[in-house]
């Protein structure tokens, strides 16, 4: 599980690191046309769908567990 955790972690810290690149590209006050107005809203329509399907696997856990901490369990 720690390669799992591991995983997610790099993945985490590269799309903040995009994040961070692409508020420095917009802080730049250069002009959006409209392909990269509408390739940009698809991305953040996708993370948005990743994020919700995320939180309902969390809410699901934790109705399932009855809110308790897995990892309280091992430590």
Not at 22 to 41: H, K, N, P
Not at 63 to 69: A, Q
């Amino acid at each position: 599980m720690a390669s799992k955790s591991r995983h997610e972690s790099n993945s985490l810290k590269r799309f903040a690191e995009c994040a961070v690149a692409m508020r420095s590209i917009l802080q730049q006050d250069g002009e959006v046309g409209e392909t990269e107005y509408a390739f940009m809203d698809n991305h953040f329509q996708v993370l948005e769908m990743a994020y919700f399907r995320w939180k309902q696997k969390q809410m699901l856990h934790l109705s399932v567990t009855g809110g308790r901490n897995l990892r309280s369990k091992t430590a």
